[in-house]
C-alpha cells in the first residue's frame, strides 16, 4: 500500500521546533513514505507577533531549505506549504503570502481565538481559568468556520484544538460541527487528520472520531498530518491513523500541487 503523504511538518525556524527539511526528508524515506509536505509556521505581518514563527525575512530562506531538500530527495515528493493561521483582518496579508511562492497548499489553523490568546500555547494555560471553556469553543468554531468561508486554504488544520489540555466542551458541539463540515464540503477544504494530538495531553488525534465520522459523512476529503516538530516525528501514527481514517469511511486521501487537487486511494 502507498501511505498518504505527511501534510504537517515543521522545522526549526519556527523557533520551537527541531531539524531542516532536509532531516524531515529523510525521516520520511526511513519511514517508507513517498511524499510529504513542508508546512512550518507562516510569518505574522508583524515579527513581534509572538514567538513561534519564522520571521517575513526568512522566507526565502525557507523556500530554498524545501528546495534543497528537494533536490537531495528526489524520489520522495516534498511540497512545499504553510501553516498559516487565520486571524480576522488578515486576509490581505494572506493573499501576499500566497502570491510571493509557488505553494503547493496552505493549511489554514485556528490557535488565536482572540486578541493575544493562542488557545494551545502551554505557556498561557492560566488564561483557561478566566474563561468559561463553552465560550472558548464557540469563539473557536465561528473562527474555524470563518477560515473554511475565506477561500484562503486549501486544508484545515487541527480542528479541535482546544482540546489539547483536556478542555472539552460540555455542550454537545457535534451539530455545529456538522454544520461546518457541510460548508466544508461545500467550499471544497480537506480536513486533516493530525496525529500529534496522541502525543498531547488530550491522547486523542484531531479530531475526535465521531467528528471524523461526520466529516465523512458531510463529504469532506481528507489528508494526514503529523504536525512533525521533529524529523523523528514524521509519519508518527501513520498506520493507526490510516487505520480509523478507514473504519469511519474514508478511502481517498486529497493530494495537492500548484494549490490544485487530486483523490488518490489509500
Ligand atoms: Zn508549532
Ligand atoms: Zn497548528
Redesign the pocket.
Known sequence: MRWPADYHTHNALCRHATGTPLDYAAHAVAMGLEEIGCSD?SPMPRDDFDDWRMYERQLDEYVEAVLEARRKFPQLTIRLAL?VDFIPGQEDWIRQLAARYPWDYFIG?V?YVSEGWDV?NPHKLGEWSRRSVDAVWHDYLDRLEASICSGLFDII??CD?PKKFGHRPETDLLPRYRQIFRVAAEANVALEINTAGWRKDCREQYPARVLLEAACEAGVALTFGS?AHAPSEVGAGWSEAVQLAREVGFTHWRQFCGRKMTSVPF
Open positions: 509556521h501553516e489553523s490557535h494551545d488544520g487541527h484544538l504536525d
